[in-house]
């Protein structure tokens, strides 16, 4: 078992001076990271202004271990940061709740994280997005290793600038749509050399108010066979 001070230093290794820049790693606690055989959640990467926002990826780590981004924060876009009057209530807070809710979870006790670490106004922002993701994935077979998921739920599904999209080419998977739901099951080598079997599920974006991912959700999971394993 890899124990926090392993994770920090491996992530300094790994990332380099970009362990620098403002970014976050984690949504929740560390007391997520633990072999919950259960849910993986994978934003892309920390949105927000990195000039106001200033904390560095490896500053990011100092959270209480039950701490909870979706219902700790306020995601507002009109409210300052550290808004404590609406904590939870932005549109994407509440679709990852309910999204989790779906899949039979609360959402402090679900492991979830950035497939990027840096942080950016938007994706278009972010550059090398690819070459960023591959000094991430190491950290991710860590983690992997650790919550061992049958699910791992990214929150976007787009062909070029989503989590769904990065592990598919990185597990070189070929998905199957439900409706607006893409998926596939795949092998994934961890950090300690074994491998999980685990379902990789993208939804739209939850920050999108025209989309509809908690529906989309029940959708599949409506059309799925009981022996798909979820």
């Known amino acids: 078992m890899y124990m926090r001070d392993q994770i920090i230093s491996e992530v300094i290794h790994r990332l380099s001076n970009d362990a620098k820049k403002p970014g976050s790693v984690l949504y929740n606690g560390w007391n997520t990271l633990c072999p919950s055989h259960g849910l993986y959640i994978m934003g892309f990467n920390p949105g927000g202004d990195p ?25 507002r876009k009109s409210c300052p940061h550290g808004c404590q009057k609406h904590r939870g209530q932005s549109v994407h ?12 979870y609360k959402i402090r006790e679900v492991f979830a994280a950035n497939a990027i670490f840096v942080r950016s106004k938007n994706q278009n922002d972010l550059d090398e ?15 992997l290793s650790i919550v061992k998921p049958k699910i791992i739920l990214c929150l976007g599904n787009g062909e070029r600038s989503s989590a769904f999209a990065f592990l598919k080419e990185k597990l070189k998977a070929k998905e199957s749509h439900v409706g607006n739901v893409k998926a596939f099951l795949s092998e994934i080598p961890l950090a300690d050399g074994e491998t999980i ?28 066979d009981s022996s798909a394993g979820i």
């Open 93 to 104: 807070q509440r679709r990852v709740k309910e999204l989790a809710q779906v899949l039979g």
């Open 197 to 224: 079997r685990s379902r990789i599920i993208g939804v739209r974006h939850p920050s999108r108010p025209w989309f509809n991912p908690v529906r989309d959700l029940r959708l599949f999971l409506e059309m799925q």
């Open 51 to 75: 000039d106001q926002i200033e904390i560095s990826v490896i500053k990011s780590f100092e959270l209480e271990d039950d701490y909870c981004s979706y219902e700790d924060e306020c995601w």
């Open 129 to 143: 997005r690819e070459r960023l993701f591959d000094k991430c994935w190491p950290i991710h077979q860590i983690f």
